[in-house]
């Protein structure tokens, strides 16, 4: 079945860098495109990035010139690269995909931005 698993997250002071981490399984990835989304403290999950399988990738008007998405087809992992974080990046970051009509989502993984 498909499974998505995020890691990377953590604490990092504004202004450091963080690399998310979302390895996927029981599903063709490469076909697929895949999403960042984020998820502040009572607000709604918002999409953070995302790429296609031709590595056309899209970015939130708050994280575009910080934030690089990535993927590496060969291990089935997608990539965000957050730099310049500040504290209202604070979120659970998760990935997704879209297959078969059914949204498939991983557990997330937490990001602290503060001082």
């Known amino acids: 079945q498909v499974q998505l698993v995020e890691s990377g997250g953590g604490l990092v002071q504004p202004g450091g860098s963080l690399r998310l981490s979302c390895a996927a399984s029981g599903f063709r990835f490469s076909i697929y495109a895949m999403n960042w989304y984020r998820q502040a403290p009572g607000k709604e999950r918002e999409l953070v990035a995302a790429i296609t399988s031709a590595d056309s990738t899209n970015y939130a008007d708050s994280v575009k010139g910080r934030f690089t998405i990535s993927r590496d087809n060969a291990k089935n992992t997608v990539f965000l690269q957050m730099n310049s974080l500040k504290p209202e990046d604070t979120a659970v970051y998760y990935c997704?995909?879209?297959?078969?009509?059914?949204?498939?989502w991983g557990q997330g993984t937490q990001v602290t931005v503060s001082s």
């Open positions: 997704n995909v879209r297959r078969t009509g059914v949204l498939y």
